[in-house]
């Protein structure tokens, strides 16, 4: 039977195609979205899209806006936080924040990806002894240049990347500086190498396997990773999305200003924080006002902005409304 005829046969009951019976009463209403600010450290699993994972979470808070604060692979797991509501504005310091990775390089193999999805493009029968990974790191600690893999978000004119190199064309990538503060060897058993790495923003971990692998003459490609930190967030601010399901979930949602915990901060009356609120600066007064340099600013305990100390003035550069369900300390 094609699908034309299925369409067109009639109902066992003889109605008309597609028509339907008598509701029962009115559909439910879906439930209003609500005003939910702060973040939610996830701890997201192996295979999940860090797409899917904000979806995961903003439904299990009914919030009304999500985002999250540097993507994470689907082969990777670990820490992927999660911004809801005005907490977004504060996705950037987040992002530009230190992180920190477990990773296992298997050896003998370089992929196209430079993981376990990509296809063999390099073999070796050499495995490194533990020593031998520990002697070459150093080279690749501090401020180094690192090739992009040809799988990645990076934009070329315009197309990522990986959407150029899935459609079959050449992809080159131009070195850029990256820094990384911290290699070190973990485990190794002669076919695979456990490393943790703690380092800045843009560095490819996949890369730097690509780049171990070459130097050592084995090859390598990474085949788990899981991210430990990004910027104040550590594993023990982790949770798993189960953990967000009823009314336990707000336990685990951090204020908005957990973000912005490398910045100074002060306290302000309530007409200073009316004025910024209004986009207008304000003059910081006292001993403790920083002289200059980027603050954010609470009044009655309450996240106001985050702006530019300037001549003793508060210019502000971000405002928050924080009404709804807020994180709390």
């Known amino acids: 039977m094609n699908d034309d ?21 009115p559909r439910p209403d879906r439930p209003k979205k609500r005003d939910v600010n702060g ?6 699993g192996v295979g999940m899209t860090s797409t899917h994972a904000v979806a995961l979470v903003k439904r299990a808070f009914n919030a009304k806006k999500a ?20 907490a977004t504005k504060t996705v950037p310091f987040v992002m530009d924040g230190r992180k920190a990775y477990r990773f296992t390089v298997t ?8 993981d376990t999805e990509g296809r063999p493009v390099a073999t070796s029968e050499a495995r490194p002894a533990r020593e031998a990974v520990e002697a070459v790191l150093p080279r690749f600690v501090g401020t180094i240049e690192q090739v992009p893999p040809r ?3 990076i934009k070329i004119q315009g197309e990522r990347a990986y959407d150029l190199a899935r459609d079959g064309e050449t992809v080159e990538l131009a070195a850029r500086p990256v820094e990384i503060d911290h290699l070190a060897v973990v485990e190794h058993d002669g076919e695979r190498t456990v490393i943790e790495a703690q380092c ?12 171990l692998g070459r130097l050592l003459g084995c090859y390598g490609h990474v085949s788990s990773l899981r991210r430990t930190r990004v910027g104040p967030f550590t ?13 336990d979930g707000l336990a685990h949602l951090r ?16 007409d200073m924080a009316m004025r910024l609120m209004r986009g207008q600066p304000v003059i910081l007064r006292g001993r403790d006002a920083p002289a200059e340099g980027r603050i954010f600013a609470t009044c009655n305990g309450v996240l106001v902005a985050v702006g530019d100390v300037e001549r003793g003035e508060l210019v502000p550069h971000r405002v928050f409304h924080l009404g709804g369900a807020q994180g709390r300390n």
């Open 5 to 25: 005829t299925a369409q067109n046969a009639p109902s066992p009951a003889g109605r008309p195609p597609f028509a339907r019976g008598p509701r029962s009463g």
């Open 39 to 44: 973040w939610v450290i996830l701890d997201k």
């Open 67 to 86: 985002g999250h604060a540097g993507t994470l692979d689907p082969l990777a797991s670990g820490l992927l936080p999660i911004a809801l509501g005005e």
């Open 107 to 114: 050896w003998g193999v370089e992929t196209d990806t430079d």
């Open 151 to 153: 799988y990645s978000a």
């Open 200 to 211: 800045g923003k843009g560095t490819y971990v996949r890369a730097l396997a690509r780049d």
């Open 235 to 247: 594993e023990a601010d982790a949770c798993a999305v189960t953990a967000l399901e009823g009314d």
């Open 255 to 270: 204020p908005v200003e957990t973000a912005l915990a490398e910045l100074e901060s002060v306290t302000i009356s309530r």
